[in-house]
């Protein structure tokens, strides 16, 4: 494998996973890989949109009405180009449009108009779709799935990424920010679930895994990222980067 997601590769069942950071040749990115351990979960695919959206899309109607489609189907991947710079958001649900919405109305100019000032603006109050708190854990007892999210961004010449994720903890919400200036070819990693495939399935519960980051292109990423779940419930993986010059590419891996 090109990239080591070894971190990821040892989990039994990671869930979902988000990870970013910037490849050896400066390009900011995002990888998001999807995997699922029942029917509903396994009935999908990431597929990409006229607007390089990457979003969930079903395989089986049928299945996926066992499950919760609200929380099963949603844009898990958005760029965005401004004047002042570029930002990729990516997360386990509906949180995503309301990152990039967030990205795109704020102007604080200079370096807080970045990943760290989106991710805290976004999650600052309650937000609610279909009677869900989009800015809260997941209402899928026993499991109570966190949300997690990524956002990366190069502003003003000045690259930073931040990793936020909401978990129960108790009967509280626990909500973790993590930030960094990311490396060339580094990458840090978080999922829903710690790795153990039990029931309930416990939360991530440790900071970002950094990982080392090799390819200078989506394929390899991409592919590294699939290699990674294919044995472990893996259904997808997508990559997306953004350049100096603001070019956005996009690659796929599906299992279905």
């Known amino acids: 494998m090109k990239d080591s997601f070894e971190s990821l590769r040892k989990m039994e069942y990671s869930g979902r996973g988000i990870t970013i950071g ?27 949109d006229d607007k390089k959206k990457v979003k969930i899309e079903v395989t089986d109607e049928e299945q996926l009405k066992k ?23 990516v997360s386990n649900g ?12 704020n102007n604080a100019g200079a370096t807080i108009d970045s990943s760290l000032y989106v991710a805290e603006i976004a999650f ?23 949300r997690i999210s990524g956002v990366i961004s ?25 930030n960094f200036e990311p490396e060339l070819g580094e ?20 900071n970002p895994f950094v990982m080392k980051i090799n390819s200078k292109d989506v394929g390899s990423l991409v592919e590294s990222a699939f290699n990674a779940i294919e044995d472990h419930f893996g259904v997808s993986a997508a990559a997306m980067t953004i350049d100096k010059d603001r070019n956005i590419k996009i690659d796929i891996l599906n299992k279905y």
Not at 67 to 88: Q, T
Not at 94 to 105: F, G, I, R, S, V
Not at 167 to 177: A, D, F, L, M, R
Not at 187 to 206: A, C, K, M, Q, V
């Open 187 to 206: 990458g840090w990693l978080i999922t829903t679930y710690s790795g153990e495939n039990i029931n309930p399935l416990p939360p991530f519960d440790r």
């Open 154 to 178: 190069y502003v003003n010449n000045f690259p930073i990424g931040t990793l936020h994720l909401v978990k129960k903890e108790g009967e509280k919400i626990k909500k973790e920010t993590h």
């Open 124 to 146: 600052r109050d309650p937000k609610f779709i279909n009677g869900i708190d989009i800015t809260s854990y997941e209402p899928d007892a026993p499991n109570f799935t966190p």
């Open 22 to 48: 910037m490849t050896p040749d400066e390009k900011i990115f995002a990888v998001y890989t999807l995997t699922g351990r029942s029917p509903s979960s396994q009935a999908r695919r990431l597929v990409m």
């Open 67 to 89: 499950g919760n489609p609200s929380l099963l189907v949603y844009n898990a991947m958005i760029p965005l180009v401004k004047k002042d710079g570029v930002y990729i958001v």
């Open 94 to 105: 509906a949180q995503t449009d309301l990152l990039y919405k967030t990205a795109k109305t």
